[in-house]
Nanobody, 126 residues
């Protein structure tokens, strides 16, 4: 699965953005998908994941209640709706596909995801 993230930009604190990740390949619908982020000078961290059906989601505590992950398998796209953004949400956001098909677990480990997009920058100003 090849992935391309988009939708990043500059937004004021309290604002919203929606990230998209378009996938190529007919097997997109069989993979759990995730979003990760990496802030300047910090390690990459897990943000959210969604099962291959879209029926199960998992969030980092830092974004729970503010971010929503979803997917449209007909469009081979996964989304991250980000509301009530904070300056600490500033980071490059990456989408990723889990390493196994038809499998979901509440994993936050980037090493469990084998395909990565190129990242999109989100900057939240105070």
């Amino acid at each position: 699965v090849q992935l391309q993230a988009s939708g990043g930009g500059l937004v004021q604190a309290g604002g919203s953005l929606r990230l998209s990740c378009a996938a190529s390949g007919r097997t997109f619908s069989s993979y759990t998908m995730g979003w990760f982020r990496q802030a300047p000078g910090k390690d990459r961290e897990f943000v959210a994941s969604v099962s291959w059906t879209g029926g199960t989601t998992y969030y980092a505590d830092s974004v729970k209640g503010r971010f929503t992950i979803s997917r449209d398998n007909a469009k081979n796209t996964v989304y991250l709706q980000m509301n009530s953004l904070k300056p600490e949400d500033t980071a490059v956001y990456y989408c990723a596909a889990y390493s196994m098909q038809y499998y979901f677990e509440s994993s936050t480990r980037g090493t469990d995801f084998s395909s990565w997009g190129q990242g999109t920058l989100v900057t939240v100003s105070s």
